[in-house]
């Protein structure tokens, strides 16, 4: 049986698997996963944005607010039930950047990790903390989420800029995602700061005390692709019996939300679930992976990943709610037991 389940999440992609995942658990409807099986839960904080003096953590908010029910289910990020108020207030002032919107309930979020950060504890703690609230009266010990690291990591992406005079220009991966929609190329995506990163305390035990390491739909480049370029959380940390199961955010060629495609496109990443699979690896040929899953409309692919020393299947990857998803995750179980 199963009983320590570490999974690497993004935001949104990685959250609402993680829902349907703690779902079968609790549902007991993953054969070979034990009821009480633990769930280490490692994000991605390279998305992280200093604005407004606050600390926005925003895969690390999508997954406690997702997890915790107080999650926008439409925006998929934020708090549902949001007023606007202070954002509303800092353009009357002509504060800029007003392409990013902080809510009124989540601006209390930044508050309380950016006084804890300032008073000096690490984004480690900071996230206990604010997870006292969102995560452990319903989960308690089932759940963990950790930051990947405590250092401060940003993703920035490098675009073609006619008036600069390299004919570049960097922005932040937030300017690019929320102010750009990601419509123009990103040409380089750079993880400042990734190559002197420690992974945060009880990340590498999480991952080489782990029976299984999941690889949910998240974001291959800037967020699972971030979270295993922490010097320590690579195939190094794996216990040698764990085994590593990921899920395509490839469909059909396509990224079902977000901007998996241009992320990949950057790095020269064939946009397919076989692409990416293949990025990933196989455990036999020095990479991670000792299964992966596609989309059902992607079953043709499944004989080539097999030749590249994985063991596929296809089956319906559609996240439409906790009891599709957990059956997703039965798969991937399935896949590597
Ligand atoms: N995404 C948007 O498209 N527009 C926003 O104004 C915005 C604000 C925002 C505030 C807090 C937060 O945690 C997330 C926010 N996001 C917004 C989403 C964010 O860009 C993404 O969740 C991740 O960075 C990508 O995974």
Known sequence: MLSRITVLSGGMGGARFLQGLLHGIEQGSLPGVAPDA?????????????????KVCPDLDTVMYTLGDGIDPDRGWGRRDETWSAKEELAAYGVEPTWFGLGDRDIATHLVRTQLLDAGYPLSDVTRALCRRWLEPRFGERLT?????????????????????SGKRVVHFQEYWVRLRAEVPAETVVVVGLDKATPAPGVAEAISGADLVVLPPSNPVVSVGTILGVPGIGPARRSPDAKVVGLSPIVGGRHVRGMAEQMLRSIGVEVSAAGVGRHYGSRSSGGYLDGWLVDSSDAGLVPALEGAGLAARAVPLMMTDPDATARMAAAAVELVS
Do not use: C, F, K, Y
């Open 38 to 54: 633990q769930v280490t839960v490692i994000a991605n904080t390279a998305d992280d944005w200093w604005i407004h003096g606050l």
């Open 145 to 165: 989420l950790l930051p990947m690291t405590d250092d401060r990591v940003e993703t920035h992406v490098a675009i073609a800029d006619a008036e600069s005079p």
